[in-house]
């Protein structure tokens, strides 16, 4: 098994819908964090969580949540989906050592 | 803003030949520097990293070249293969902690057979 597991892995959905990315970590580490990847501008810091009670926004929360369900468990979601949220989505555990990323989600919003 | 500027967007490179790529950044407290490297279809993974007390660190085929005074850090991919085609991002970090990284904007790189 995976140390990071997304699901799903794609997802088309329609505008105005809510989804929910799902990311699950066999790592033992407290923190998670959630990166969209989009052509030319890298990846970019969603939200992140210290440990279960410690959650924090990044630099492109807007239109995003998030819930950390347990210390394995960190799930992102969109309220409302719009076109412009279509991207490639990572979660990522971290340690002194540094970062594991998940497989990614390809969600596209029409 | 903490930043970390990453170039060429893309790259193309013969089979054999030496894949340079370049980054810079602006706060001199970052002292943790990554390489991450990704295929498609998968998540970034770690490559090799610096910390600024060396100006070099090499594994391999792969060699982190970092300049403190410029606050700049370069990866060298000697004798590059098509294998090596991939998107890699440098990053930084403060603390000496590879925990909480700021990315650069990500290279293509492309080796032809």
């Known amino acids: 098994d995976a140390d990071v597991t997304q699901t799903p892995r794609n997802r088309i959905t329609k505008t105005g819908k809510r989804i929910m990315l799902e990311c699950s970590q066999t790592k033992g580490h407290d923190r998670m964090y959630w990166y969209r990847q989009d052509p030319g501008l890298g990846l970019r810091l969603i939200y992140y969580?210290?440990?279960?009670?410690?959650?924090n926004k990044g630099e492109i929360s807007d239109g995003y949540s998030v819930s950390r369900q347990a210390q394995a468990k960190f799930s992102l979601s969109l309220e409302s989906a719009i076109p412009n949220q279509t991207a490639l989505y990572f979660c990522?555990?971290?340690?002194?050592?540094?970062?594991?990323f998940g497989s990614g989600t390809r969600l596209t919003v029409v | 803003q903490q930043q970390v500027k990453q170039s060429p967007q893309s790259l193309i490179v013969q089979k054999g030949g030496i894949s340079i790529i370049n980054c810079a950044y602006e706060?001199?407290?970052?002292?943790?520097f990554p390489w991450y490297q990704q295929f498609p279809g998968k998540g970034p993974a770690l490559l090799i990293a610096i910390r600024p007390d060396v100006s070099e660190k090499k594994e391999g085929r792969f060699t982190i070249s970092f300049n403190k005074s410029a606050k700049q850090f370069s990866l060298h991919i000697m004798d590059s293969q098509p294998g090596d085609s991939a998107t890699y991002f440098c990053a930084a970090s403060l603390s000496g902690s590879a925990r909480q990284l700021t990315f650069g904007s990500g290279t293509q790189l492309t080796v032809l057979p």
């Open positions: 706060n001199t407290a970052f002292d943790y």
């Open positions: 969580s210290f440990d279960v009670k410690d959650i």
């Open positions: 990522a555990t971290s340690s002194m050592v540094g970062y594991t």
